[in-house]
């Protein structure tokens, strides 16, 4: 079973910076997705970043050139790093790993992880 630990969220100013970090145990094999996905208060849960195994990187158009994700395949660690922070940034903020893990009988299967959130918080 493969589980993420967020960390990095606050409370910041506009203009401000945070950066997200999203760390994941387990018996890894692979990871083919990783994204981070945020919620505020009465909206739905919707993609911010999202990076592919492949490398390639998208991007909800109200953080292009603001947030940038990144991984750390060493540490299995998936970090957003968020610019120039607006108070309509303001949301929980998970992460979501899919991937394979190594489980009973030493088989590989399909994961599909979410983090607990993080509160990210911007004043105006």
């Known amino acids: 079973q493969v589980q993420l630990v967020e960390s990095g969220g606050g409370l910041v100013q506009a203009g401000g910076s945070l950066r997200l970090s999203c760390a994941a145990s387990?018996?890894?094999?692979?990871?083919?997705?990783m994204g981070w996905y945020r919620q505020a208060p009465g909206k739905q849960r919707d993609l911010v970043a999202a990076m592919h195994s492949s490398g390639s990187t998208n991007y909800t158009d109200s953080v292009k050139g603001r947030f940038s994700i990144s991984r750390d395949t060493a540490k299995n660690t998936v970090y957003l790093q968020m610019n120039s922070l607006k108070p309509e940034d303001t949301a929980v903020y998970y992460c979501n790993l899919q991937g394979t893990s190594l489980g009973s009988g030493y088989r590989a299967y399909p994961f599909n992880s979410w983090g607990q959130g993080t509160q990210v918080t911007v004043s105006s």
């Open positions: 387990g018996s890894i094999l692979s990871i083919n997705h």
